[in-house]
């Protein structure tokens, strides 16, 4: 497996796996990675010739006042990971690289970068589709994998290759859970053991979004508010956010029909955590 930190070395080795012909999948992450994101390397070793993964803390996509500084980092260990997973090519590079001085150009998904998350992390999309185009523009990848827990990312990302025709495959793929049922993310590693308790609480309240719609109940608000009431009476939870949108357009919805997601944000403490379920072509997914 080959470190690569620089734009020179990068580009030297796609353009010759270009020339081969060789299909490239490609998955970008912050580092710190756990089960999710191996997840995507496999599914990227399974369907392509060879599988660049990036390894860069975007401070583009951090606010103010948000954990950029803290983020967890651990190049050895993920290096260990990814060279036991048989990816050929891991590009890390330093910040300098990715926005030499004077970088002023970013890419903005209007409407959907507002909504959701948005909503609390001003700036945030347009960070991620900055850097996720400009990484897409270096690997020049046939596939991109994401994962569903960050739901908005993936329908946002899906939205900016669209517009801007860019010729790659968003490939999706679903969530990964902890034995109890937390979804897996890199910033689990804040929680005490007791807050990791109480975040089991949004993974409950989806259980709970699924079991009324399994029942019949089809009006939104309705489940949105049971939700709520669930998530409220665990005293280590603070809601950011609750919402029942369109798959597509992450407008609210008053009744659940095929193409539902059910996103929310919640506190406890201070760390931000997500979650979400999918209805897809009628059918849950979470
Ligand atoms: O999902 C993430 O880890 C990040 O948002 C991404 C896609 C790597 C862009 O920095």
Redesign the pocket.
């Given at each position: 497996m080959e470190i690569v930190s620089t734009l020179t070395e990068l580009q030297k080795r796609i353009h010759t796996w270009k020339k081969q012909g060789q299909k490239i999948g490609f998955v970008?992450?912050?580092g710190f990675l756990h089960e999710g994101h191996l997840s995507l390397v496999r599914e990227s070793k399974r369907r392509s010739d060879v599988t660049v993964v990036?390894i860069?803390v975007?401070p583009k996509?951090f606010g103010p006042a948000e954990d950029y500084q803290v983020y967890p980092r651990d190049p050895e260990r993920d290096r260990a990971l990814l060279e036991r997973e048989g990816v050929e090519l891991v590009f890390y590079p330093p910040v300098e690289v990715m926005y030499p001085e004077g970088y002023k150009t970013y890419v903005e998904v209007e409407d959907l970068q507002d909504k959701l998350c948005g909503k609390s992390r001003p700036g945030h999309f347009r960070g991620?589709c900055t850097?996720?185009l400009k990484l897409f523009n270096l690997v020049q990848p046939d596939e991109a994998y994401?994962g569903w827990k960050?739901a908005q990312?993936v329908i946002i990302l899906q939205k900016m290759v669209e517009d801007l025709n860019l010729p790659v495959k968003i490939v999706p793929l679903p969530l990964v859970r902890d034995h109890d049922g937390l979804a897996l993310s890199s910033r689990n590693t804040y929680l005490s053991p007791e807050e990791r308790r109480a975040a089991l609480v949004l993974k409950k309240s989806l259980d709970l979004a699924e079991k009324l719609m399994v029942e019949g109940e089809r009006e939104a608000g309705r489940i949105r508010e049971k939700m709520i009431e669930l998530i409220s009476a665990e005293p280590l939870a603070r809601i950011d956010y609750v919402e029942i949108v369109d798959l597509k357009t992450l407008e609210r919805l008053e009744t659940i029909g095929d193409q539902v997601l059910i996103a929310l944000a919640v506190f406890i403490g201070r760390t931000r955590l997500i979650d979400n379920l999918r209805i897809v072509s009628g059918g849950i997914e979470k």
């Open positions: 970008p992450t912050m990036s860069f975007n996509q991620v850097v996720v994401f960050d990312q």
